[in-house]
């Protein structure tokens, strides 16, 4: 691939924990061969000259939860041939929107002494919105953070022209490959793997632990079957809320179980 | 001739989330100085309440993506501490190896991708690849390497996912720990050529003596546990955290900033261990220290950088300390749930992370409270560019600019975790 058709690319960075921007960087042996593919125009937090675009493709980390992020994700959805909603919080909120569950004036007389003086001039929603409720997301790269692997795919397939490839089955699908005993089934652990979406490699079951569904639902999850499920094996309702209520609670798939905002 | 600049940063580039930098100045005085996040509230000391004490250090790890396992082992510490509970030494062993881990990866982070690229002319480690390949490499070599130490204990890099409350869900195999051992002693140069490499650049002098705050303990490196210590003599526990240091609201930013009782802002990171740990670094961090200069105490805090090498070369030392001495055996895990008030102080890669959590009997959080490394560094990066600037005057707008940005990024700065935006734009007029 010559310079001139490398794939520009950016990564935005909006509410969120820079964890899936980490995970960008965690691209170590594949660095030098990412930037024969790629040039990377945007990326504030590893470059100082920043270009305008347009972007082939542009990598969105964070949710929206100010007028500035508003106008920031306009902009580069116009300068922008793919969106890529880069992890969970881009989807759909990740761990930050359990404060969609906060009173807003709670929340903000629990962290600062005198939230209006501040707010007066900064202005936050205190509300966790995913990148889709504003503008059209091309790519959904789920998970807390995403794993690398999957930075890779959208790159390699975007190269290609092709579409690509990120699965919405089970993380049971991966418990298996993994040759896993259920957990749940065996242990009785409120594991959340039957309705989330795979990608991860079930590190989680393998490692001894349930899976708390951080790379949010899979495609026609069964929430309320799995919250039953949950309640006959001993959670209470408050720890079945608790378990749908964490990284997409916000979610049409969980929002039965997450309860009323 | 009437002097009147400006230095405005809208979004400082190379450093972790969105800050700002806004300096006036006229006839030679500050008039104005904002060290400013934009960053958005995030509000976890909030949302934490009505959440179980067995999940809030997998909820805080999500406060911040370049430093989730100090969040995570601080959390972990202030829950047993409330529950009562005396965790195994195997546990205080694997905590700190992941703690290493992530000193290294955030570390070689701030050195190379963040830091190197100022000092030798570029915009970014990616613009370095033609004529620095070999830096590239052993930088993308070392952060791997904690990365991978991460992975190891914790079963993932970023969001780590074993560490649980009174242990780990999964201990590490014994041969992928002879393999990591491995890998630790073959990083050893390259950890070395960083201090050699670092310490051959061209770094600012600026000293101000500012209280430099960090852990300590007698018988190790202190990062995950120890005492309180600064170099204006304060020795206090970490239940004590909240006496001694305030912290306060500023109107332009949604970092709070923190004082000390009685003295003002205070310095936490790389350079205050050094300085005030430096009998218990590894031999071979202060035979390195003594090759190329380095002397303590240090309040140049551009010298952070060679302080954060340094901790690299430690880092290494000691991890392949304790993977010699941990049996990586089973072990019980159970607890019981009990009400109580917990406290615990860490070291994150940029310094002092606090956490302290009220737990109801049944095992729910009441109360949340968390103060990060960088909203304690907020209000001394402020006292240093106050400093810096008038002694700046004779660089022109450009370098006065990035000078300001390179002493922030010294502080290597996360504003996720503060939740702070660096602009410098200066006007002169006559």
Known sequence: MSMADRLKIAVFKMTGCAGCQMEFLRLEEELPFVLEVAEIRYFVMAKRENLEGPYDVSFVEGSVSTPRELEELRDLRERSRIVVAFGDCACHGCVPSILNWVRPDVAAKTVYEDYQAIHSKKESYQEICPLEKFVPVDVHLRGCPPHKNMILEVLRSTALGAKPFLRRHPVCVECKLRENVCILTFEKRACMGPVTAAGCRAICPTANRECEGCYGPMSDANASSLAQQFLKIGLTRDDVTRKFRKYAGITQAFAGEAGEQ | ????????????????????????????????????????????????????????????????????????????RAVENALGIRISEQTRDLRKLMNYGSHIQSHILNLYFLAAPDYLGYESLFAMVKEHLGIIKRALRLKKLGNDLIELVGGRAVHPISAVVNGFTKIP????????????????????????????????????????????????????????????????????????????????????????????????????????????????????????????????????????????????????????????????????????TGFAVTEAPRGILYHSYEIGEDGVVKKADIVTPTAQNARNIENDLRELVPAIADLTDEEATLRCEMLIRAYDPCISCSVHYVNLDRSESK
Request: glycine content about 6%; hydrophobic content about 35%; proline content about 4%.
């Open chain 2, 173 to 340: 195999e014994k041969e992928d720990m002879k393999l990591m051992r491995k890998m630790l002693l073959d990083a050893k140069q390259d950890a070395c050529d960083t201090v050699e490499f670092f310490s051959s650049l061209n770094i600012p002098k600026f000293d101000r003596k500012s209280e430099h705050v960090a852990l300590s303990s007698s018988g190790e490196f202190a990062i995950n546990e120890g005492l309180l210590v600064s170099t204006e003599g304060m020795r206090i526990e970490e239940d004590k955290y909240r006496e001694c240091i305030k912290e306060s609201q500023v109107d332009y930013s949604w970092s709070k900033h923190s004082q000390i009782v009685g003295r003002g802002s205070f310095l936490v990171g790389p350079l205050a261990r050094v300085n005030l740990n430096f009998d218990r670094l590894s031999h071979d961090a202060r035979k390195l220290a003594k090759e190329v200069g380095f002397e303590v105490p240090n309040f140049n805090p551009f010298m952070s950088h060679i302080a954060r090498a340094l901790e690299v070369v430690n880092a290494i030392d000691d991890c392949i300390e304790i993977i010699d001495r941990v049996p990586l055996r089973e072990e019980d895990r159970s607890y019981d749930i009990r009400s109580g």
């Open chain 2, 1 to 76: 001739m009437s002097k009147e600049r400006e230095i405005q940063v809208g979004y400082i580039a190379r450093v972790e989330g969105q800050g700002s930098l806004e300096i006036k100045v006229s006839y030679g005085n500050i008039e104005e100085l904002r060290f400013e996040i934009f960053e958005p509230p995030k509000f976890f000391e909030a949302f934490l309440i009505g959440r179980h004490c067995s999940e809030v250090h997998e909820l805080t790890s999500r406060i911040c993506g370049i430093c989730p396992v100090p969040h995570q082992i601080t959390a972990l």
